[in-house]
Structures are given as C-alpha cells and as structure tokens.
C-alpha cells in the first residue's frame, strides 16, 4: 500500500495544532526571498530534482515542504521525504538524513524552539506511524543555530558523531584567495590555461548539454540518473539556478565539465566529469578556477565544496572518495563540522 505524506502530516498537523502550509510554492519562494534562505535543499525545483534522483533507489519517495507558520505568518521551512524498499521505510531530506527546519532566526528564542520542537516531535511520530528502526539528521553546525535541533536530538541519547564539510569564503579578493590556496595548485592553473580552453555557461542548447552528460556516460561507465533528473538540471542552468563550466582541448573536444547548483548566497558542487585519461592533467583545478571566479561574479557568499571525506572519518569513505575531498581541500577556506545524530526507535 502507498503511502500518503502529504495527508499524513496534513492528519498530524491538525491534531498537534501545527499552523502550515504543505507544498505551497508560492509562499516558499517569498518566504526565501524575505528571509534569505541559502540552504538549496529547501527550494522546490530541487526538493523535484531528490525526488526524481531516488526514485531509481527507492520503489516509493514522496516528499513534502512543510512551511512553518507564527502567528499566520511564514517563519520557518521543513523538508522532509520517505522512502520505500524492500527494508521498510526511511525518512529523509534530500537525499541524505533529514536537515534540520530552516527558522528565521530574528524570531525569539521561545518562538523558535517551539517550532523545532513541533518538528521533532512530526518526525518521531512519523517514524513511529512507519516502523523506522531510526531517525538520523544531519547539518552543519552552525554556533547560535543549530543548538536547539542538536539537543533535542541528545536528550533522546542520540548517537553523535561529526565529519568535515568543506566551504570557500568567496568575500577574499583574488590575490588574497591565491594565498589560501596550495602552492601547488596555482602552478597547475597556469599550466592548464596554456593547455585547454574554458567556458562558462549560464545558458546551454540542449545539444551543449547532452555532450556534458555523454561525456560523464563514457567516464563512469553507466547512468548514475535518469534521463528526466539530467533534464531539470539542465532547465536549472537556463533558470540561472546553476551553471557549467566546460573545458576543452586544442581540438575544441570536451575534456571535462562541472555543474554548479546556486541559491542566492551559496554555490554547491553537484556533478562533474573529466577524460580520465587526463587524470595527471590539472584540468579539474582549472574548472574549479574559473567557477570560483564566476561565484565572484556573481555575488555569491560561499561555495560548498562538499565532504572532505579523510580516511579517519567515522563513515569510512573509499579511498577515491579520500583523494576527492583531499582535491577539494586544497580550494577550501574552512571546514564546518558536519554533525550526524541518530536515535532508536523503540
């Protein structure tokens, strides 16, 4: 039998006298606008895109953004997603642990804490209504913000363990940037200017980006998506949600390309590809290069470079996974602890 979230927390809300709205699209795109919500995983296009991208996991996932409401105004966003196997259900957000509400944080302390606590005490329901053996969350802790959802998570006795996100402060200028950066680095970005030729797209035609997602086809060896979660990305760039920076040879061939998600203060790292015959070539330096740069351009804040994946970590990354993040490293500014609670449910 499939399961309704939607009618569920509508049910749930309504008992637990919660004021929401449920998959308003409208009133989330004002409440991000006013409040100035950078965190992505809460726009509606790509709440979409994690559905459609676990859809291929999952024999079920159904999603729902939950717009928090005091005093009948918009004061905070929760997005959360279930999924279905053959093991039962699991409760998410994206396609990851579920993400802690987004509350605007000029509301007061009483207020706030009350609207983390409502969305707690959903999700333990939730998981209850569904079976879940656990509940996990994870964010980026953050001083001043995330201490309410943390605790809440460690009264239960949560289990608590912590990684490393890596992150770029795109405020520094270029020649305060290029001394952050390892020395290395900037020696292979000079080379691989005098080897390839780079473009940045903030439009691409269809067939720009069939040779993108063709090229990363021919490198990993199979499809990692399907054909309709490939497309919202592309509708993504032609929106100015996010952009690709491709890189070519001497013979205009593509050698490697990156796409970049964007919110309105925050750029992500979401997929990219290069030959892997030009692996000990610095084509990948130069991309992220020339995408910091278009950030810059752009306004943009901060750039969430992703995992930084050490081998010591709780999580056990592969080795690949390793010298991914140890890349990546080399281009952040900081790292925020990325902070993973999980509790039983009995």
């Keep these: 039998m499939t399961f309704d979230l939607i009618k569920w927390v509508e049910q749930y809300a309504l008992n637990a006298k919660m004021d929401v709205r449920i998959n308003d699209e409208a009133a989330l795109r004002e409440f991000i606008d006013c409040s100035g919500c950078s965190i992505i995983d809460h726009y509606s296009w790509m709440i979409a895109?994690?559905?459609?991208?676990?859809?291929?996991?999952?024999?079920?996932?159904?999603s729902a953004s939950i717009l928090l409401q005091s005093n009948g105004k918009v004061a905070g966003v929760f997005t959360i997603n279930v999924r279905k196997s053959a093991q039962g259900y699991e409760i998410g957000s994206s396609s990851s642990e579920i993400l802690p509400?987004?509350?605007?944080?000029?509301?007061?302390?009483?207020?706030?804490h009350k609207l983390y606590k409502q969305c707690f005490n959903l999700i333990i329901s939730l998981g209850e209504e569904l079976k879940t053996p656990k509940l996990a969350s994870s964010f980026d802790y953050i001083n001043g913000v995330c201490e309410p959802w943390y605790n809440l998570f460690a009264s239960q006795g949560a289990q608590i363990k912590v990684s490393q996100n890596l992150f770029c402060d795109l405020s520094?200028?270029?020649s305060e940037y290029a001394n952050m950066i390892r020395e290395r680095y900037k020696n292979h970005i000079k080379r691989a200017e005098k080897l390839w030729h780079v473009v940045v797209k903030t439009e691409v035609s269809w067939q720009?980006?069939?040779?993108?997602?063709?090229?990363?086809?021919?490198?990993?060896?199979?499809?990692?998506?399907?054909?309709?979660?490939?497309?919202?990305?592309?509708?993504?760039?032609?929106r100015q949600e996010a952009f690709i920076v491709f890189a070519m040879d001497q013979s205009n061939e593509l050698i490697g390309?990156?796409?970049?998600?964007?919110?309105?203060?925050v750029a992500t790292y979401s997929v990219g590809v290069y030959?892997?015959?030009?692996?000990?070539?610095?084509v990948s330096h130069l991309v992220h290069y020339y995408a910091i740069n278009k950030m810059k351009e752009m306004g943009l804040n901060t750039y969430f470079l992703g995992?930084?994946?050490?081998?010591?970590?709780?999580?056990?990354?592969?080795?690949?996974e390793s010298k991914i993040g140890e890349f990546?490293?080399?281009?952040?500014?900081?790292?925020?602890?990325?902070t993973y609670c999980s509790i039983d449910l009995k």
Excluded at 257 to 265: E, G, P, Q, R, Y
Aim: aromatic fraction near 16%; avoid cysteine.
């Design 49 to 62: 895109y994690h559905q459609e991208y676990l859809a291929s996991q999952y024999s079920q996932v159904s």
């Design 101 to 112: 509400p987004y509350v605007e944080q000029t509301l007061s302390r009483k207020v706030k």
């Design 172 to 174: 520094f200028s270029e």
């Design 208 to 238: 720009e980006f069939l040779a993108f997602q063709q090229l990363h086809l021919d490198v990993v060896g199979f499809k990692t998506r399907s054909d309709l979660s490939w497309e919202m990305l592309f509708n993504a760039v032609n």
């Design 257 to 265: 390309a990156a796409l970049f998600t964007v919110s309105n203060k």
């Design 275 to 282: 030959d892997r015959t030009l692996f000990a070539s610095p």
């Design 307 to 320: 995992a930084k994946n050490a081998l010591y970590e709780w999580h056990e990354p592969s080795v690949k």
């Design 328 to 338: 990546k490293d080399g281009f952040a500014t900081y790292s925020l602890l990325k």
